[in-house]
């Protein structure tokens, strides 16, 4: 498949098959971050992999999901997400100015999952402070977001925006994902 086509492809993923990702497999998504272009290579952000069968379920727990479809949009129970990647950016390298290094490796990770056929759902609504005791992160560490995933479990699929940018799932569960049409966005 074609970098364009895994582009066209990845849409987010709420709803999960019980199945474990080879540690080898997350650490590749991550060294993809990794490769992702830095201001002034910096390098600021860094990663926690939460792939424990005990953890898992705990950052579960301090996320808050689909904002439009909540709470039927949810992982229910046995659809949740089997790991997560945790995003911080390390404020002893940077302070300020690394929002375009922390899009560019994320979007990294997610479309090398969509190649590896793992579902990602990217999540901002995060319990910080949580997320921090729970997982011991020094205080230096900034959590900007965390990246569920899996095996995908849903179908997901994008159309062309009529009025609307709501996402919303049918009568059959498939999630529609409305994308403004190309000649809207060209200024």
């Not at 230096?140 to 997901?156: T, W």
Request: with cysteine.
């Amino acid at each position: 498949m074609s970098t364009y086509d895994v582009i066209l492809s990845r849409r987010t993923i709420r709803k999960f098959k019980q199945e474990t990702i080879e540690k080898s497999i997350i650490k590749k998504l991550v060294n993809a971050a990794r490769y992702a272009p830095s201001g002034a290579n910096m390098q600021p952000i860094k990663y926690i992999i939460v792939d424990d069968a005990d953890k898992v379920p705990k950052v579960f727990n301090h996320l808050k999901w689909a904002g439009y479809i909540a709470p039927q949009g949810d992982p229910k129970k046995g659809e949740e997400p089997v790991a997560y990647i945790i995003v911080l950016v390390d404020t002893k390298i940077r302070k300020s100015g690394y929002e375009l290094d922390l899009g560019a490796a994320i979007q990294n990770i997610l479309l090398v999952a969509e190649e590896e056929g793992i579902g990602t759902c990217w999540l901002g609504s995060v319990e910080r402070d949580a997320i921090r005791k729970l997982l011991d992160i020094q205080e230096d560490f900034l959590i900007n977001s965390v990246i569920a995933l899996g095996y995908k479990d849903e179908i997901s699929v994008a159309e062309d925006a009529n009025g609307s940018i709501k996402y919303y799932k049918d009568e059959k569960g498939i999630l529609h994902v409305p994308k403004r049409k190309l000649e809207d966005i060209i200024v």
